[in-house]
Every structure is written in structure tokens, then in C-alpha cells.
């Protein structure tokens, strides 16, 4: 996990690296420092106004006879000494990494046809290395699409970054008490 830890650090440092040198700065991504703090800001209210539609979605899907938590549920080891590094990677460093990949960079490049291709393709872009083999990725075409929302109308990197962050967060603590 360490390993994996550090490889996401050094890929997101390429490619803010990479930002800065080519666009001449950070800020061409959505990631303008002036604003940093109001992006978390933002992201803490989308992410509470998508918890509560999300529990919502549960609370449906529950009444329905089903069970919502199968699918959100990720493979944890409840005791393994690596699930301290399982959240600070797969719940801070991944996301944000992701979210310069697939909004900071591939969506910036996409709008250029349009807000809906760019919403379609990066949200579809996203789900495609989240894992196929279980069916349709519903998560994570919603939330890449949801991601995407946010970037586009916040116009701060740092909201969807939070969300996904949040995001990720929360589904692994579920997958703790599930």
C-alpha cells in the first residue's frame, strides 16, 4: 500500500508538474491558490447535498427489498495493519490524483466540444479503470459524472477533489460496518 501510495504522490506531482510547465500554471486547472479554501468550502456542501440524495437513493432502495450497501461495499481487512494506508491512499492521494487526470486535465481538454461531450466522456473515462468485471460500474459513472457537474460549475478543481475525497471516504467506512 505504501508503495501504491507513493507511486499516486509522484504521478500526481508529474502532472501538476506537467500543468505548470506546458499551461504555465495551476490555476489553468481549476486549482488557482486564491481560491483554495473556498473550494474545500464548496466541496464539504456538494458533498453533503450528494450524501443526502445518497441516503435517500439507500433509503429507496431498501424499502425495495434491497440491499444498497452491496453497492457501494469495497474489500477491506477489518484488522490489517495496511487500513490506515487503505484510507490516506485510496481516500485522499488516489482521488486527488484522479481528479487532476480526469477533470483538471481531461475535461478541460474535452469542453472545448461542448459541456455535454466533456461531462460524458471524463465521467465515462473515469469508471473505465474503476473495474468492469461486476457489471455496470453505476458508482462510478455517477460519481465521475457528478465530479464533473461540480468542476464545471464551481470552476475549482478543489470541489470535486473534496467530494471525491469525501466520497471515497464514507464508501469505505460503510464497507467497515457493512
Known amino acids: 500500500m505504501l508503495r501504491l ?3 499516486r504522490l ?3 506531482g508529474i502532472m501538476v508538474w506537467i500543468v505548470h510547465v506546458v499551461e504555465g500554471g495551476i490555476a489553468s486547472i ?3 491558490r486564491t481560491r483554495w479554501l473556498a473550494g474545500l468550502r464548496r ?3 456538494w458533498s453533503a447535498g450528494f450524501g443526502a440524495l445518497s441516503g435517500i437513493a439507500f433509503g429507496v432502495l431498501y ?8 453497492f457501494v461495499r469495497t474489500g477491506l481487512l477489518k484488522n490489517s495493519p495496511d487500513l490506515f494506508f487503505f484510507f490516506l491512499v485510496g481516500g485522499i492521494v488516489a482521488p486527488a490524483a484522479e481528479e487532476v487526470l480526469f477533470r483538471g486535465i481531461l475535461y478541460g481538454f474535452l469542453r472545448r466540444w461542448g ?4 461531462l460524458a466522456l471524463s465521467a465515462a473515462a473515469f469508471a473505465l479503470p474503476h473495474g468492469l468485471g461486476h457489471g455496470f460500474p453505476l458508482v462510478q ?4 459524472f457528478l465530479f464533473a457537474v461540480a468542476y464545471e460549475i464551481e470552476k475549482n478543481l478543489l470541489v470535486p477533489i473534496t467530494v471525491h475525497c469525501l466520497g ?4 469505505f467506512s460503510l464497507s467497515l460496518i457493512g
Request: glycine share 22%; with cysteine.
Open 43 to 45: 466541496g464539504f456542501i
Open 5 to 7: 501510495g507513493a507511486a
Open 141 to 144: 459513472v455517477t460519481g465521475g
Open 63 to 70: 424499502m425495495a427489498g434491497l440491499k444498497p450497501l452491496t
Open 30 to 32: 481549476g486549482l488557482d
Open 115 to 118: 459541456c455535454g461531450v466533456a
Open 168 to 171: 471515497n471516504l464514507a464508501i
Open 10 to 12: 509522484l504521478e500526481l
